[in-house]
C-alpha cells in the first residue's frame, strides 16, 4: 500500500513507535471531535460555527443561538422571589445567580486493541454570577470537580480524569465583567465560544481559558464581534493552565490573538475569525450558512453552507513540521421535515499537514464524535439523519444517526495512515421540558470508527458514552 511500509522486517523495527503514533493520533482525534450540541428538530438548529457568533458563556450551553430556547421557570420562580424579598437591596447581591449542575458519565473504548480504557465519574459545576455593580460591573465564577467511581489501568485515556486516572477540582472560571459604551470586557478566567476556541464540553469538565476579550453588550445583535487576547487554557483532564503554544508542543509560553466578526439577519450567518500564536500558528475561519426563507418549523425547510479553516505556520515556526500551510474545506446541505432532519456534507484536506486542533470541537461540517476527518490528505463525505420524538409524544427525546466516509493517500510523515476511514455514530438524548424534570439532561452515544490497512491488532475504535445531567437554580 502507497505510503507505508510492507516488509515485516522493517514493520518489527517501527511498530513499537507507529503504536504509540497510533495512539496520540487516537488523542488528537478525540481532542478534534464533534461538540455536544442539541440534536436540531429543524433545518434551523442545525449547528453552525458562525452562526453561534462569539461569546463569554457562564455555562457552554447557556444563550446557544442556533439551538431552540428555552426559558427554565424555577429560576424565573427565584428571580421573583428574590425581587419580593428584597426589592431595596443592591442589585450586585439581588441579582445573583448561582447554579448547581451534577454530571456522571461512563466512558469505555478499544481503541484498535491497544488500549481498553474504562471510568466511571461524577461531580458537576457550581456557577456564580452576581447582578452588576451599578449597572457596570459583574462578578463571576465556576468550579468544577470530576470524582472517578471506577476507573481501570488505562482510565486516564478517557479524558473524564487525570492521564494517572486522579480526580480533578478547579476552579476554572473566575472573571470580572465591565460595560461600557455598549461593550463588554471580560478579563480573568472564563468561557470563550467561537469557531476554532471553545469550551469543547463532552467529558466532566470543559476547556476553559485565562485572558481578556472584548465583545458587544447585546446578547443577539445582528453582527457580532470579538477582540481577544487569552494567555492560557486548561484542557479538560488537567488542573494546570499552560500556554497555547505549549498545547501544540512548543516550549515557548506564547498565549494567542482572537478577533473576529460574523453576521446574522434574514437567514444568514456569515463571517470568519483569525487565531494568532507568535512564531507558531496562525488559523484563519470563514463560513457562508443560509437558511432558504420557506416551510416553517414543521414544514419542508433547506439550509446550504461552505466553510474553510486554513491553518500556516508562523514566524520562527517553532511547531513540529514547520513550515508548512493546510486546510480544511467544508459544504453542506440540510433539509426538515415534521421532526425529521438529514444532512449531506463533504469535506477536503490539504496534503501538507493535518489540522492542529486542541482548543475545541471541529469547524468542518463532517466533524463526527470521534474526529472530524481532519487528517492531511483525506476528503470526506458524511450522511446523518435525526428525529425529535415529540410528534409522537415523547417530549424530549432525540435520535441521531450519522455515517462518514473519509479516503486518501496513508502516509507516515502527514496523516500517520489514518487515510482510509468509516465511522458510525449513534446518539440518544432526553431533555424533557416545562416538568417536574426540568434541569435533566441524559445522553447515550455510540461510535464505531474503523482505520483501514493500519497494522494494529484492529482496525476497529469503538466507544460507549452515557451521560447523565442535572442542572439546578441555587439562587
Known sequence: ???????RAVWGVLFPAFAAGVLQTCSAALAQGATDYPIPSTAR????????GFDSPLDPRDDLRGARRYVDPREERLKARRAQRSPNAPVFF??????ANSRTYWFEEDAFGLTEPKAFTTGGSVTYASGYLADFFQLRGALYTTQPLYANATAGAAETLTLDGDQITVLGQLNGRVKFAGQEVTAGRFLVRTP?????????IPLTFEGVALMPESADPKVHYMVSY???????DESEFISFSNGLGVAQDEGVLITGASYHANGWNVGGSNYWIKDTLNTAYGEIDYLFPFGGNDGLSLRAGVNILDQRTVGADFILGAPYDTYQASARFVTSYQGFVFTGAVSQVGSDASIRKPFGYSTSYTGMLVGGFQQAGVNAYLLSLSYDFAKLGLDGVKFEAAWGRGYGTPDLATN?????????NLRLTYEPHDSSLEGLRMEVEYVDWQVFHLPVPSDELSQFRAIVNYDVPLL
Open 230 to 236: 487569552l494567555s492560557h487554557y486548561k484542557r479538560r
Open 196 to 204: 476554532f476556541i471553545n469550551p469543547f464540553d463532552v467529558r466532566m
Open 1 to 7: 500500500m502507497a505510503g507505508l511500509p510492507t516488509d
Open 45 to 52: 438548529e442545525a449547528y453552525s460555527p458562525i452562526g453561534e
Open 94 to 99: 439581588r441579582d445573583t445567580d448561582l447554579r
Open 416 to 424: 500517520f495512515g489514518f487515510a482510509d476511514q468509516e465511522q458510525l
